[in-house]
């Protein structure tokens, strides 16, 4: 299993940015993004529940970020809006199908991961 994520690059603040991330081979029951700014840890930024495209959220993005996915491509979006320099980060997409509500804004919990595409914005 493979997940590829792309589209990071440079924005200002303000701006938006779409990720992407492909799964190869499967799909999960969850999948969703995390990301590490350098120096901190991990963490959750967001989550859909593929059958039935709920989002969940960390507060953080919460109004700005949104998932969506496309059953065709096996794929799954990061729509990102109003763009903040505390978004700066490398983005990880991450799936898998055992984990439950509860647990989807611990990394250790997610049992695939993508490479990662560093978002740098700019003040």
């Known amino acids: 299993v493979q997940l590829q994520a792309s589209g990071g690059g440079l924005a200002q603040a303000g701006d938006s940015l779409r990720l992407s991330c492909a799964a190869s081979?499967?799909?999960?029951?969850?999948m969703g993004w995390f990301r590490q700014a350098p120096g901190k840890e991990r963490e959750f930024v967001g989550a859909i529940r593929w059958s039935d495209g709920t989002g969940y959220y960390a507060d953080s993005v919460k109004g700005r970020f949104a998932i969506s996915r496309d059953k065709a491509k096996n794929a799954v979006y990061l729509q990102m809006n109003s763009l903040k320099p505390e978004d700066t980060a490398v983005y990880y997409c991450a799936a898998d199908s055992g984990i439950i509500l509860s647990s989807l804004k611990s990394k250790e919990s997610w049992g695939y991961w993508g490479q990662g595409t560093l978002v740098t914005v700019s003040s």
């Open positions: 081979r499967r799909t999960f029951r969850f």
